[in-house]
């Protein structure tokens, strides 16, 4: 029996103590166990992507200093492997190049390095830019065994499989820095299954777990028999170090831990939570500020701070003025008084009206328009950097990206924030994940979104009886107008001739090329669909073409 450790774990970006430790715990973790080997993450040392501070030669002296001690730490564990993933420096020319590589261990003593040779350079990723091509990999021989270690992307194409198969891998190892979307868990699956069939062999995953800037890591770490039969799936968003056995006769996995595969709404909120708490800590704040507006978007923004910072770390203001309805003053104060956070009310009326006032000679006397409602956006804007600034308290964004795509909100007034919670939200989630966090057991409270801000008609409130449709399509038409052209980047024909009216899909199309300044300047937030605005979407800012 090969006893294997998985260690579905964090890594940090610069923070080599953070991460010596949690490889360490996991060794320490694995002896206990009575593990043979530990696997942990790609880049499990330095995570993943540091980008360009791989081009600096104090980061590489850094990263190899952290090696030597991690050594050093794993020589009181004699007999156990450790497969660790770092980066593998060398000179070309005068540039410093480097390998995406896993280092196998034997009591600290290196045994052997094998570079990733699929490179990803698409969505999110830029590995070309950091990384040379590694050669083929020898295989790794753990008592006696013959295992094939592939780096994450290696193992989304066959030939990489396919060499190991060929020079008489038994098991095939994965270790990823895996991001997540919507539905990638079932694509890995999928695709890592495809892995299985094409070789004959059994497959163990490994995936870390955690916020790095806009990507989130799930981990959903698993192993597949050679019949591509489920032997192992933990959870997602768990830091864990969990055992599995692999039979030496057999060549099979005896059947461990499954853990089922949330719901969509769920997937998504539990990755809004991890992404707020590790965005917030790791950039060395511990409180949150936001506004408040009685509306859907503000209200499940909060409700995942709460979640993921505690209630005494969130502070919700209102900032009403003329246009704010009694109803959302009151739905805002049942809001926050339901999850029990700082609630206060700072009207910008008076504040309002002195721009106004104060701009009307510059104005010419032109007639009220967006202008006007721009300004309350701004003021509010003000007021919450300014309650940052005093309590040392992040701003939270909570504008969503149906808004964002059209352009449906304010620069530096409702566009201002450090983390944009729901910037790769569309709308019509927004209430799916809505209505499936008030139904939830799995946090503090169930009910905490008033019904009556999920079923109202959203508006912005910024002129007299102003509904958001007044501007936009209905949110069921709008999303799948815009999913369709983002994610799966339809054609404006294609779209038009899959049912929708063809002067609403140009203006829809025409809004998204138009306002990618305003996106440029946004806040970045969580990735959750295939296509998020950030590292998956580049477009140009001066850019005129139209379909």
Not at 191 to 201: E, M, P
Not at 294 to 301: E, I, K, M, Y
Request: proline share 4%; charged share 20%; net charge negative.
């Amino acid at each position: 029996m090969l006893k294997i450790s998985n260690a579905q774990i964090p890594a940090r970006i610069g923070d080599f103590e953070f991460n010596l430790n949690e490889i360490i715990r996991a060794a320490g973790s694995a002896q206990q166990q009575g593990a043979h080997v530990l696997v942990t993450p790609e880049l499990s040392l330095t995570g993943y992507l540091p980008e360009d501070l791989l081009m600096r030669p104090a980061y590489q002296s850094a990263t190899e200093a952290a090696l030597g001690r991690l050594q050093a730490a794993l020589s009181q564990f004699p007999d156990l492997y450790v497969l660790v993933g770092i980066p593998t420096w060398f000179a070309e020319g005068v540039k410093l190049k480097a390998y995406n590589s896993v280092v196998v261990l034997r009591g600290g003593v290196e045994l052997q390095r094998i570079h990733k040779q699929k490179l990803p350079n698409q969505a999110v990723f830029d590995e070309l830019r950091y990384f040379a091509v590694g050669d083929a990999p020898e295989l790794t021989v753990i008592e006696g065994l013959k295992i094939g270690v592939l780096v994450c992307e290696d193992a989304w194409h066959e030939a990489p499989a396919l060499h190991l198969k060929n020079i008489g891998a038994e098991l095939l190892i994965a270790v990823n820095a895996s991001p997540f979307h919507i539905d990638k868990v079932e694509k890995r699956l999928r695709v890592f299954g495809a892995r299985v069939a094409q070789t004959g062999l059994p497959l163990l995953s490994v995936n870390r777990v955690g916020g790095q800037d806009e990507l989130i890591f799930d981990g959903v770490s698993f192993a597949l028999n050679a019949d591509g039969s489920l032997a192992m799936q933990l959870p997602m968003l768990i830091s864990t170090c969990h055992e599995i056995i692999f039979d030496l006769t057999t060549k099979k996995f005896h059947k461990e831990l499954i853990v089922p595969t949330p719901c969509a709404e769920e997937q998504a909120y539990r990755v809004l939570v991890q992404g707020v708490k590790d965005y917030v800590t790791q950039t060395g704040f511990s409180k949150v500020t936001l506004g408040l507006s009685g509306g859907v978007d503000s209200a499940l923004t909060m409700a995942v701070a709460v979640d993921a910072l505690g209630a005494e770390n969130v502070h919700a203001i209102m900032m009403p003025t003329r246009y704010t309805a009694q109803m959302s003053l009151d739905d805002a104060k049942d809001m926050a008084h339901r999850v029990n956070v700082r609630y206060d009310v700072v009207a910008i009326e008076d504040m309002f009206n002195l721009y106004v006032n104060m701009l009307e000679p510059v104005f010419d006397g032109k007639p009220a328009d967006v202008t006007e409602e721009n300004l309350q956006a701004r003021i509010r804007g003000v007021i919450l950097m300014a309650v940052s600034n005093k309590h040392a308290a992040l701003v939270l964004n909570t504008g969503n990206k149906s808004e964002l795509a059209t352009g449906y909100c304010t620069l530096y007034g409702d566009m201002i924030g450090a983390y944009a919670v729901l910037k790769d939200i569309y709308k019509t989630l927004v209430y799916r994940i809505c209505e499936w966090r008030n139904a939830s057991d799995g946090f503090v409270a169930r009910d905490i979104i008033p019904a009556n801000i999920i079923t109202r008609a959203p508006s912005a409130e910024l002129r007299d009886n102003q509904v958001d449709q007044d501007s936009l399509p209905e949110y069921d038409i709008l999303d799948e107008i815009l999913e369709r052209y983002i994610e799966q980047r339809q054609p404006v024909a294609t779209i038009v001739a899959a049912g929708f009216d063809e002067a609403v899909v140009k203006k829809v199309v025409r809004l998204i090329r138009i306002n990618e300044y305003k996106r440029r300047q946004g806040a970045l937030g969580p990735r959750v669909t295939t296509l998020a605005f950030g590292k998956d979407w580049r477009m140009p800012i001066m850019n005129v073409f139209t379909e």
